[in-house]
């Protein structure tokens, strides 16, 4: 995406991510392994995926928005070994189901979507406190109201540039807290800057056998 999407964002979520369709990689040593730190690399081209572990809660000056279902999916286009750069992916997929969110925004009645406009980028920076930087983030929410439907823009645009999730090998999931998002498009009844937090996880390399995805 170009610098956009909505909070939440999201997700995640998670401090491990990407793929390649293809075989099972042999190799180890990469920043990102499956079945364990210090397993298998995950291959470029390999699908990550992860569902909503702790709600989507996006927090305005006019309400909130929660989700407490939803899923994260993204590729690997980048794995270097530990210590020659950071691992990479394309974020694809920031979904949350409407079915079971919820909204205090002003005017609005109820939650129709939440999904990313267009891919997000992610990088996975490894050490002791490993992170997954989200840039060029939109998530797209449309929100019922009285008047119609409404759809609000958000994420990095702005004084905005990146969203950052914690990531960890013990539960395998990526954590945002608290990060500040700003809308990117949207109507009068679209506040205009938040907060997300959330959680996402295990995340999985669909793959490789759906193994548990470490940084290392």
Do not use: W
């Amino acid at each position: 995406m170009r610098t956009r999407t909505l909070a939440l964002t999201a997700l995640a979520a998670a401090g491990l991510v990407l793929g390649a369709a293809g075989q099972a990689g042999a190799s180890t040593g990469g920043v990102l392994t499956v079945g364990s730190a210090g397993g298998t690399n995950a291959n470029v081209g390999d699908t990550l995926t992860g569902a909503i572990n702790s709600d989507f809660i996006f927090t305005t000056s006019s309400g909130t928005i929660d989700c407490s279902t939803g899923s994260f999916t993204a590729g690997v286009t980048a794995n270097p070994a530990v210590g020659s750069g950071n691992a990479t992916e394309s974020i694809t997929g920031l979904h949350a189901d409407p079915a079971n969110c919820s909204t205090t925004i002003g005017g609005t009645i109820g939650v129709v979507s939440v999904e990313i406009n267009g891919p997000a980028n992610g990088t996975v920076v490894d050490g002791s406190s490993p992170t997954l930087k989200v840039t060029n983030l939109d998530e797209q929410v449309t929100l019922a109201s009285f008047l119609g439907d409404v759809t609000c823009d958000y994420g990095t645009t702005g004084s905005v540039t990146e969203i950052d999730g914690a990531l960890s090998n013990v539960s395998k999931s990526i954590s945002f807290a608290t990060q500040n998002v700003n809308l990117i498009s949207g109507s009068g009844l679209c506040p205009s800057s938040g907060t997300f937090s959330g959680g996402v996880g295990p995340v999985l390399d669909s793959s490789q056998s759906n193994q548990a995805v470490y940084v290392n």
